[in-house]
């Protein structure tokens, strides 16, 4: 069974960069169909999608959030990463990391998420 | 870019049927799939519904989906709710290839 685990600071001061890492084990992401992104939750508010990667290295991004985050797959690794630039208090969130699969139209796998606080 | 809006909670009785809405705010919701989440507390969401009507393996089928083209949403119905299906449910679709949320929906069983 796919597993997908996320690691990243926990802390980011305002304005610097948050790097966070999603770790995949039980499968590998170049033998697989799935887009591969991230989505995000706010303590205490809904899920918001950050956006993904598909096979062929297309990215799509939530089109309020596009400038800032990047995305990118590292099939030697196995593993998927996101950058988050410039970042605010806003930015305090979960961050999971997901599989889209095309064939159900779903967000079929997550990670339990790594949480980020921005303080300085 | 369109809007999914869910009422903020629900709640309903044991043995009851309950239904939570999902109201696209542009374009048709029969454009663009629907799915269905959900999150109990301390959980990943997990899938309920996808493709509008269809359930994973597992998930029971207490649990289906609808589309209503005339008042433009989606709706969840779980009928025979239990205390298990406590949770918050979220909806979901896309606008062109981006994925957008309802801002989910907090299901008490009392």
């Known amino acids: 069974q796919l597993q997908l685990q996320e690691t990243g600071p926990g802390l980011v001061k305002p304005s610097e960069t948050l790097s966070l890492i999603c770790k995949v084990s039980g499968g590998s992401i170049s033998g697989s169909s799935y887009n591969w992104g991230w989505i995000r939750q706010s303590p205490g508010k809904g899920l918001e999608w950050i956006g993904s990667m598909s096979q062929s290295g297309t990215t799509y991004y939530n089109p309020s959030l596009r400038s800032r985050f990047i995305i990118s797959v590292d099939t030697s690794k196995n593993q998927v990463s996101l950058k988050v630039t410039s970042v605010t208090a806003a930015d305090a969130a979960v961050y999971h990391c997901?599989?889209?699969?095309?064939?159900?139209?779903?967000?079929?796998?997550w990670g339990r998420g790594t949480l980020v606080s921005v303080s300085s | 870019n369109f809007m999914l809006t869910q009422p903020h909670s629900v709640s309903e009785s044991p043995g009851k049927t309950v239904t939570i809405s999902c109201t696209r705010s542009s374009g048709s919701i029969a454009d663009n799939y629907v799915q269905w989440y959900q999150q109990r507390p301390g959980s990943v969401p997990t899938t309920v519904i996808y493709?509008?009507?269809?359930?994973p393996s597992g998930v029971p089928d207490r649990f289906s989906g609808y589309i209503d083209s005339s008042s433009n949403s989606a709706s969840l119905i779980i009928s025979e709710v239990k205390t298990e299906d406590e949770a918050v449910y979220y909806c979901q679709s896309f606008d062109s290839s981006n994925a957008v949320f309802g801002g989910g929906t907090q299901l008490s069983v009392l």
């Open positions: 493709e509008d009507n269809h359930r």
């Open positions: 997901t599989t889209f699969e095309h064939d159900t139209s779903q967000f079929k796998h």
